[in-house]
């Protein structure tokens, strides 16, 4: 109390200690009495600390034995917070509040809400909880009989020193308990978590089955977007509609909205998806081991898909085929803007999933649960794919240990050798800028060969680009040699029509300065030097480098890979555009006729290749 | 003060508040008053609380026009620390220590210890730090002057409650400054970073050169090996010394310890590898986009590995031979047990390596910095390979974002069907638990079908392996049916003479409880039943599955994979026994002749498969 009132002085607050005893609380007029002494301090803004008047309570230890009315602290809490009428219980632990498990299982998970429906009975408290007072046992205890009285109740830390604030200022810290908790949190952080569990046992029953069983499922799915277009279109209308009226942007609005014909063309591609070559069990590699045992690399599902997408409610449908194709389970992640079109969208794709498999393949999360809660699933989570913005994209690789199918940036560079042909290079240049700026694969930077500006091919080029409309910023070398702005800096995607043009020496300068300012996405090389190309198409490491092309064709498309996971800047797993390669691994499948190695004596390794 | 008195006083510490001012410095007579002072309040365990007097200062601000003794607290401090001789001397920040660059931004690394000679003039400050007292410059000012005065100086944040005990008990927290920092912190963090940007670079330059000159470095370093194989043994017969000193546990000193024709066999893998067919470049998969726009899919080298390796000297040589034959920059963490041994064998592999690549290919990781904080390094490392104990990989995989290519657990299982060969099941079940029990590919659980109960085959089993001494632990079918103890748990790995067995009811029932108990590394089927057998192929998702044959095969070396780089649980990039292939990724090059995409209007697309 001491301790209280000294700190409590420093903020010039007062503080008055009251003291109770589980006898007192048999005496109806000592309850009101309490409540009205409370509500006194509080109104002269004195803090009420509350505490068993120990030197005085005839109460009998151990608690378990106990049948009074509250038998410690947490219990006293949850007590006095009923009979005060609290708007809030917030007990303080020394951890950060409930986990699935023991906390110190790394596989414990936090709770952030507690469903007594569903955490009932399914939480492995850790020893320590078991035994004595103030332990998680008997916090969770006193936490839900408040909730169930109708106070809520936040478990949390007590060491951070902001928690309480962080409480009140509705931050999701700590474990919430509330009385309607099972009716606003149907997918909670272990839901998330059981749902990716669930992808994946129907993931493990839809590999099970044929390839034209598979295949019939898209094709199901094809026609019942069909069938259901009004619906898809009134609901998306309505999200729109939403959207206007809470004053989003345009450029999300428009991104929102479902196109006409989109619904159509996403079932054209369902339909070409469900006739493409079965992608799982293929053989890449057969090898004989030993007389009669065989060894074969089959590509095969990677498991648990997370796509986190923006606004774009066909996102959705592209990946959900992509999965279904490629028998991995899936969680969809989508923003609230969309809502509305992603819960039909879903309703309609899972409708036409077997129940043989099972509809919990595709689980769309709809909680309040954010992105980070997601991101920490790793233990049940193989991929994330995250469709949106650049800034969503980095934000999701800086704060996850699940893989990530994506690329942050897109610095795509075309150099322009001195033995380039004139008129192709005018062309790639202004194709590579202008196509479709905003693209991930346009030029940022162009760099041009130091004998070119003798020649005039970079006036002529700069002067093309200008007509063109776009704003050109230079290097230390062009800025000054070709009177435009300095470009603040050589890693800067513009995503308009607005390029870096910088001078260089030769292509070895021009690998250099790739190297050392470009995101190793798309780059390309303009010229009629066939050593000088080999040169820059080898020494180059980004993920795709292009020879007397546009990086415009750097594309899952273009590259005929038929469906676009998305295009990959990580240099693990899939590098470049991405198709449906990028959501399988492989697997190693051996048949023998009872080898065993005993010591590698009685065995004659062949190692030869077979054919596949 | 009043603060500091009344936080103070509740520990019962009784504190005295000493003010000066710039002037009172002059005298040297109140420098030892000063000093006396101090000394006589500290024997009477009275804190002294140190400040300029302001009141009667006549300082003028601001401080950069200062000729003053000192300018502000920061420095104040320093004098202070200086005139009192103090062991130590504290600055609390409101971040964690001296970054890199400004703390906001992501890149910047925190520097653990500052060496006046890398870091002088390398560090950018943040805005807020430039100007106004107590910024960033003027601690690191007053720390480097207190710290070449001869005074250890750490800065950290006051924010966290502990941070001044954390520093007393030696953690490695804040940003260290001292004299001979530059003798003792060769490579620190910033070290670190530097070393893998160089080994990045350094790894173009090899990638550049020839195949045969790759070859010709691996040569060079099996012949360097050889020669200085009596330098290399007295190396590590002093680590192998110093260990059994320090009174290491046996099995780490027998890993550390190189045994007799050890050299000599990692001269002829180097041999081996040096004649392997190149791996990089390879065409994967070469495809017409349209008339004269081919595409290839070729292999490339990741960039730099990280590998972190305990005890064994000879993992130095392995994946530092595979790094070269790769093409990969690599950075080497040692554990300090074989400090010397890899010490030399560093530099026999270096002195190899021609200038015109750069000996900072490789770079062993010699400070004191933890793993912890290389890990952090994911901007510029692109795999980390743990060489060690389950326990080392799993805290890796735990502690990074890097992808980490390594299994924590080999929970590998064999099932033997009803229709199992007798003879063949009990070869493939002693075989798989006992030919090497510590093996990460060892049988860990056994599930047999229920009718060998009856047959008598699955006693038949356990009398075999109880020959061989294995202990046997049951399920709870099992246990009871054989009167064996209950295994605490189905997802146990022994790594050793012992095993759990089970009995289940079909193929269906052993894989599912491989799904769930398994760890996905290597199971096998026993069984006559084709049918049943590829149900069980194709249905399991584990990395690796075999049918009749043991688990004992799912190794590099018997897959023909050539060397191992490691064996992988993870589902992304490399999966099950991993050779060189896991150490590459791939470049899509295109070799056009001007062709554009202009919004694909002109272009008409191929996409016909040509021959690789």
Redesign the interface.
């Known amino acids: 109390m001491?301790?209280y009132d000294?700190l409590f002085s420093?903020l010039d607050v007062t503080s008055a200690q009251l003291l109770v005893t589980d006898n007192d609380f048999r005496d109806p007029d000592f309850r009101k009495q309490l409540s009205e002494t409370v509500k006194s301090l509080l109104s002269l803004k004195v803090i009420p600390i509350l505490n068993e008047n120990d030197a005085v309570s005839t109460r009998k230890a151990p608690y378990e034995d106990s049948s009074g009315i509250f038998w410690d602290n947490d219990s006293l809490a949850a007590l006095l917070a009923l009979e005060l009428k609290a708007d809030l219980l917030v007990l303080l632990s020394d951890v950060e509040g409930l986990y699935s498990g023991p906390p110190s299982d790394?596989k414990s998970k936090l709770i952030h809400t507690y469903v007594k429906e569903r955490h009932e009975g399914a939480i492995t408290f850790g020893n320590k909880s078991r035994v004595g007072r103030g332990g998680m046992t008997a916090k969770v205890k006193a936490a839900v009989y408040a909730a169930y009285a109708g106070i809520p109740v936040v478990i949390t830390s007590g060491f951070a020193g902001d928690n309480i604030i962080r409480v009140l200022n509705g931050e999701s810290i700590g474990t919430l308990f509330h009385r309607d908790a099972n009716q606003w949190a149907p997918a909670g952080e272990i839901g998330a978590h059981e749902m990716a569990v669930a992808a994946r046992e129907c993931s493990?029953r839809l590999?099970?089955v044929s390839s034209k069983d598979r295949s019939k499922i898209l094709l199901d799915i094809a026609d019942a977007l069909k069938e259901n277009e009004n619906l898809i279109l009134a609901e998306n209308a309505a999200d729109v509609a939403a959207a206007q009226q809470a004053g989003y942007e345009k450029s999300l609005i428009s991104r929102l909205a479902l196109k006409p014909g989109k619904v159509s063309g996403l079932a054209n591609s369902l339909r070409m998806l469900a006739n493409m070559e079965e992608p799982i069990?293929q053989v890449l590699k057969r090898?004989e081991?030993a007389e009669g045992?065989i060894?074969e690399k089959t590509t095969?599902?990677?498991?648990v898909l997370l796509i986190i997408f923006e606004s774009r409610p066909e996102a959705l449908v592209q990946i959900a085929s992509l999965a279904i194709r490629s028998g991995n389970g899936l969680l969809l992640k989508g923003g609230k803007e969309a809502k509305r079109s992603n819960a039909i969208l879903h309703k309609i794709i899972t409708s036409s999933i077997p129940e043989s498999i099972g509809k919990k393949l595709i689980g769309l999360v709809t909680s309040r649960e954010d992105i980070p809660e997601l991101l920490k699933l790793d233990d049940v989570i193989?991929?994330v794919i995250p469709r949106g913005s650049n800034k969503l994209v980095s934000q999701i690789?800086?704060s996850?240990?699940i893989?990530v199918l994506g690329h942050a940036d897109g610095i795509c560079h075309v150099y322009v050798d001195k033995s380039a042909?004139k008129?192709?290079a005018k062309?790639?240049v202004?194709?590579?800028k202008t196509?479709y700026p905003a693209a991930c694969n346009a030029m940022e930077t162009l760099l041009v060969h130091k004998d070119l500006v003798q020649t005039g091919l970079v006036n002529e080029l700069i002067v093309e680009l200008q007509i063109k409309g776009v704003t050109l910023y230079g290097g230390p070398r062009a800025s000054s040699l070709l009177n435009i702005p300095e470009a603040r800096s050589f890693h800067h995607e513009y995503c308009s029509l607005a390029c870096t043009v910088e001078i260089v020496d030769d292509v070895h300068a021009a690998i250099d300065h790739i190297?050392q300012h470009g995101s190793a996405h798309t780059d390309s090389i303009v010229t009629d030097d066939h050593d000088v190309?080999e040169l820059f198409?080898?020494?180059l490491?980004?993920?795709?480098?292009?020879?007397?092309?546009?990086t415009?064709?750097?594309d899952g498309y273009?590259?005929?890979l038929g469906a676009e996971v998305g295009i990959s800047t990580s240099?693990?797993?899939a590098?470049?555009?991405v198709g449906v390669e990028g959501l399988l691994?492989?697997?190693?499948?051996?048949?023998?006729?009872?080898?065993?190695?005993?010591?590698?004596a009685g065995i004659v390794?062949t190692?030869k290749d077979l054919t596949v």
Do not use: E
């Open positions: 001491a301790l000294s420093q790394p493990r590999q099970a069990g090898t081991l045992l060894l095969s599902p990677l498991g193989d991929l690789k800086a996850t240990k893989p042909d008129d192709m062309q790639i202004l194709d590579a196509d190297h190309a198409l080898h020494q490491d980004s993920a795709a480098v292009f020879h007397n092309a546009s415009r064709f750097s273009r590259f005929g240099r693990i797993h590098r470049g555009p691994t492989t697997r190693w499948i051996a048949r023998g006729n009872g080898q065993v190695v005993n010591g590698d390794y190692h």
